[in-house]
């Protein structure tokens, strides 16, 4: 099993920067790879963005060149830096673990994030 815990989410105005937080415990060596998903209100989950255990990165077009994710193994942490946020961008943002590709088998419980004026 691994527990995932999201932080780092909020009110930010257009244009704005935050940085979600996911702490992972747990049976971590079971992770293939990390994503962060969103989901807006009455939207469809979305995959916004994937770091895998060999660090390779994948990100939805809606967010590539803006958002940013990275790891920190030692820390079990991974990280969702979003710049340049626009409205939107508002949505819950969750942090998921795979233990194959493509699946995601362990869900946090979500931060929101609102981008408004």
């Known amino acids: 099993q691994v527990q995932l815990a999201e932080s780092g989410g909020g009110l930010v105005q257009p244009g704005g920067s935050l940085r979600l937080s996911c702490a992972a415990s747990?049976?971590?060596?079971?992770?293939?790879?990390m994503n962060w998903y969103r989901q807006a209100p009455g939207k469809e989950r979305e995959l916004v963005a994937t770091i895998t255990s060999g660090d390779s990165t994948n990100y939805a077009d809606s967010v590539k060149g803006r958002f940013t994710i990275s790891r920190d193994n030692a820390k079990k942490m991974v990280y969702l830096q979003m710049n340049s946020l626009q409205p939107e961008d508002t949505a819950v943002y969750y942090c998921?673990?795979?233990?194959?590709?493509?699946?995601?088998?362990?869900w946090g419980q979500g931060t929101q994030v609102t981008v408004s004026s």
């Open positions: 998921a673990a795979g233990t194959v590709p493509g699946r995601a088998d362990y």
């Open positions: 747990g049976s971590i060596f079971s992770i293939y790879a």
